[in-house]
């Protein structure tokens, strides 16, 4: 089983993005990265200058590279940006909007976890038209898992295993809305939350993160109790989506028990202290709300 | 522009007709639709009686299978779609490519429309769809503004539908897992949102709790009206305060939006609430018959004057009107 590391989803310095990426490059046990910008339009050309060195970088490491399309594209910018990412031959693009595979053709390419891969028909559509990876929506229960995977034994399914679990997507900025900014005026606030602006209920129970138009889960998804059941269904990699934390710690733990170094839950409790006060989940691949821990071990 | 109205049953279906709409849209009671509530929607008797009815009176049909088929059980969408061929659906309101491919290959004479479900929300998604599965309509996500949809039909032949009546999503739609994060069910898979069984009212130092999944939603004070707990409309605490930091409880009211609508070339008008009662459907119906015939008349767009009718009582015409966002 390998491990992917999936686009950093927040909105992260230039210096400190690029930093993170030559350090993934020079020490994280992943196989293959994610880069780009997927959530937010206005964010992307932070990141041009930097790109090809991470890229570069990522590639003498012996990395596969995964160029993130964005979420949601309904912006002429946004059509631009998808439509120069996709002009390439050279880039392998991770599909995260339907949009893309118009003019994809049967080029390959990978599908992210914000196309709604439900079914096994839905899957073996897009590898028909060039999907090699596909990495699965997080809402899917093992269930889903089990019979997509089975259906297409030559096409590398993912499953997101580590991180918040982006919800949602919306043409409006909630970072902005809470800073009482418009979106077009927005002062990049989201800037200013690394891992996410944390959303509480009105009883103060943690409940959710804000990513400028995404929203995520506040608990963190942690498949590593799940690893045996993710093997024995025909997962051929890991999603880790990067948080505020140390990744390569994260991604080490996860190499760890995949290979049987560490049993699960010693790998949990070391995970919880890579990325300390934040809940694990993986209700989701239990069939049970989203927040919840379940399954072996609890 | 054609009025496209909801039905979640046999009785608000004829109101609906009777009141002047175009066409109507329902589904079979199962999770194949993404109005799946308990007591709503039709058999496949009730849908080949209704179809029946509507035809009668002049009246289009479109079925919605608008869910994500759940993996190894794709034959209850596949049936739903022959049922609803066979019934003599006008269309079928679809969002999952799998159901979107089944209907394409099974019967290639359908006519398919793109449901909301799909967010299908420029041209180049839209081609995907048209060249894909023929599709001729597309149901547009409520993300875009006026301007922005009149710049995607003049890239476009495919027809478009448009929401301007009832509950309005914040999120993109098809994209949205909050409801399962709290509950388990979501819209996409078992085609509920913030469902009635995992809400819950309890009174609290003299205020009303709404939860949902055991999530405080809102807190309402003695004398304020305690709206119900969808998830996207609650009122939260973040660092820089609380309120309603994703949306304000209104729903969706663009009656005042006809001229720009039609002006950018939009195909059909879609009014919300296959869960609402007969009477709710052909008041809102009625309204908006009367806004495009003064429409028709060259007459400035009255707003639909139905305050009432909305969810907290209070509306906006969303991402329409570009400062929404």
């Given at each position: 089983m390998q491990l992917t590391l999936g686009p950093v989803l927040y909105h992260w310095s230039p210096e400190r993005w690029r930093d993170f990426h030559y350090r993934i490059a020079d020490e994280a046990q992943v196989e293959t990265v994610v880069v780009g910008e997927a959530v937010c339009s206005k964010r992307a050309p932070f990141k041009q200058d930097y790109l090809p060195g991470v890229v570069e970088r990522l590639e003498a490491a012996g990395k596969r590279v995964v160029h993130a399309s964005l979420i949601l594209v309904s912006l002429a910018r946004e059509r631009r940006q998808t439509r120069e990412l996709m002009a390439s031959d050279e880039v392998m693009v991770e599909v995260n909007d339907l949009t893309c595979l118009a003019s994809l053709a049967n080029r390959p390419h990978a599908i992210g976890p914000f196309v709604n891969v439900y079914n096994e028909a839905t899957a073996r559509f897009l590898a028909a038209r060039g999907a090699t990876r596909i990495c699965l929506p997080p809402e899917l229960p093992l269930s889903a898992v089990d019979a997509i995977a089975a259906a297409l034994t030559d096409t590398a399914i993912e499953v997101f295993a580590f991180g918040k679990v982006p919800l949602a997507i919306s043409a409006r900025c909630y970072h902005a809305r809470a800073h009482k900014l418009s979106k077009d005026n927005c002062r990049f606030v989201c800037e200013l939350d690394a891992d996410g602006m944390p959303v509480r209920t009105l009883d103060d129970a943690d409940f959710l993160s804000v990513n400028g138009v995404q929203t995520l889960s506040h608990s963190c998804a942690s498949l590593l109790r799940d690893i045996p059941a993710l093997r024995q269904a025909g997962v051929a990699s890991l999603r880790l989506s990067p948080q505020d934390c140390d990744m390569v710690a994260v991604a080490q733990l996860f190499r760890d028990a995949i290979d049987g170094r560490l049993d699960a839950a010693e790998a949990e409790r070391r995970l919880g202290a890579v990325y300390p006060g934040i809940p694990f989940a993986n209700g989701f691949l239990h069939a049970v709300p989203g927040h919840v821990r379940a399954g072996p071990g609890i | 522009m054609e009025l496209i109205c909801p039905a979640g049953t046999r009785a608000s279906l004829e109101a609906a007709v009777e009141a002047g709409a175009d066409a109507i849209y329902c589904g079979f009671c199962d999770e194949t639709n993404a109005r799946n509530f308990p007591g709503l929607n039709f058999t496949r008797e009730d849908m080949r009686a209704g179809i029946a009815f509507a035809h009668r009176h002049g009246v289009k049909v479109m079925v919605a299978i608008n869910t994500f088929a759940r993996a190894g059980a794709l034959a209850l969408w596949e049936s739903a779609i022959d049922d609803a061929v066979e019934a003599g659906a006008d269309a079928l309101i679809l969002a999952d490519v799998a159901t979107l491919d089944y209907a394409a290959r099974r019967h290639p004479q359908q006519r398919l429309h793109v449901s909301v479900q799909a967010g299908a929300a420029n041209p180049d998604a839209i081609r995907f769809y048209v060249e894909s599965f023929g599709a001729q309509r597309v149901v547009l996500p409520?993300?875009?503004?006026v301007p922005e949809i009149a710049a995607i039909m003049r890239e476009t032949t495919c027809e478009t539908e448009v929401f301007v009546f009832g509950g309005l999503c914040v999120m993109e739609e098809g994209r949205c897992s909050l409801s399962s994060y709290a509950t388990g069910k979501s819209p996409n898979m078992q085609g509920v949102c913030s469902p009635a069984s995992h809400v819950a009212y309890k009174e609290q130092r003299g205020e009303v709790v709404s939860t949902l999944g055991g999530f405080t939603i809102n807190r309402f004070a003695k004398d304020e009206p305690a709206g119900y707990p969808t998830l996207c409309k609650g009122r939260f605490s973040t660092p820089q305060g609380s309120g309603y930091i994703f949306e304000d409880p209104v729903s969706l009211d663009a009656a005042t939006m006809l001229p720009a609508l039609r002006a950018a070339g939009v195909t059909a008008l879609k009014i919300e609430g296959r869960q609402r009662g007969r009477a709710y459907i052909a008041q809102v119906v009625r309204a908006f018959r009367r806004s495009l015939a003064a429409l028709d008349a060259g007459m400035p767009a009255p707003a639909a004057g139905l305050a009432a009718m909305s969810e907290g009582q209070a509306s906006t015409v969303g991402a329409y009107r570009k400062t929404w966002r």
């Open positions: - | 409520r993300v875009l503004s």
